[in-house]
């Protein structure tokens, strides 16, 4: 079997930016653009903004807060032009919230609507080898989303993560949390799912990260 294959070539351009506004606030800012075409050969034309600020209160608490914006698509968009944000190579669990409820699986129905996750947390170090810390993220998506003629609200929902994080040795560090997802029946659209069922998990990883080799070079 014979068939014709297509380039498909997707640019990511941005940049990231820490800025130290004082020994006890950073703030974090990045910008990304997206250009191209993807794998349905549709041009691109999507975009993601980022800003967190962090506060040191003193050595053993700091509290944080943030956005993270992509931008989407409607599914009564009638153009050319595909403006949904791709986060490609995603870290899990990093960021919009532990449950990886938008990088881990996809949107349902080939929609593709956007995120816009606002935040803020707290952290906490009682001691040099335990860290502890607890966040909150509210979810929506951002653009227009329709069920027939009925437009979709936008709120997906809550989550609750909790974190800690122990040095048992030299280069072996236990990690365990617990997350909890409050979705509304838009999430059920976009996601699939039951909103009004008990959502949440638990983890617990040792991670192992010894130093093989190491040389300066003068």
Known sequence: MTGESELANLQTIGTFMTIKTSPEFDLNFSAYYQTGNNTSNNEV????LSLRGIYSVDSQWTLSA??????GEGNQDDKETYNAFNPLYGTHHKFYGSMDYFYASSYVRGLNPGLWDTYMGVGFKPHAKLGLSANYHYFSITT??????????RGLGSEIDFQMDWTVMKDVML???????FGTSSMDYVKSGNHSAWQDWGWISININPQIFSTKWR
């Not at 943030?66 to 931008?71: C, I, K, R």
């Not at 990690?175 to 997802?181: D, F, P, V």
């Open 144 to 153: 227009d989303i329709y069920n027939a003629a009925e437009k979709i609200k």
């Open 175 to 181: 990690s365990c949390g617990y997350s909890t997802m």
């Open 45 to 48: 034309s999507a975009y993601m």
């Open 66 to 71: 943030g956005t993270d914006y992509l931008s």
